[in-house]
């Protein structure tokens, strides 16, 4: 082989390696696609008082009817995501409160339901989980 020959050899190898290095450096990188999985929280809303209440009521829903709530065992007040509380088709973003203090006070209105992640991501962090609702705060005036 002649010195010309190598030489056209050597530059054919050269422009072959950097025409490679320019069009894997122009391609997207290669991410992870979260799966299409929408999580719904089905779970009860817990309400705490600032003061113990003397009755309490509640509805999910815009014009709801606000249903009794009592107390459960361990003392918690929780309003189940089911009839009469809420009444389909209704998106559980807020709930309607009723109640009376021990001490007098009143309250009565929509207060909004705040979620959390339940720190389990079956598809990776970046790609969302299941959640909760947060205790909702209801503040007699």
Excluded at 46 to 70: I, N, Q
Excluded at 80 to 103: G, H, K, M, N, R
Aim: hydrophobic content about 40%; proline content about 12%; overall charge neutral.
């Amino acid at each position: 082989m002649n010195r010309r020959s190598v030489l056209l050899l050597a530059s054919g190898v050269i422009v072959t390696v950097l025409a490679l290095a320019v069009l894997l450096g122009r391609m997207p990188s290669v991410s992870r696609a979260c799966p299409a999985v929408g999580y719904a929280y089905v779970g009860d809303v817990e309400l705490t008082f600032s003061t113990p209440p003397a009755s309490a009521a509640a509805c999910f829903g815009e014009g709801c009817t606000p249903e009794p709530v009592t107390r459960n065992p361990e003392g918690k007040w929780l309003v189940p995501q089911s009839p009469p509380y809420l009444s389909p088709p209704a998106s559980v973003t807020s709930i309607f409160v009723e109640a009376v203090a021990t001490s007098g006070g009143r309250v009565a209105g929509n207060l909004p339901i705040e979620t959390e992640s339940t720190g389990e991501h079956p598809y990776g962090p970046g790609c969302g989980g299941p959640f909760r609702f947060k205790p909702v705060q209801v503040a007699f005036s």
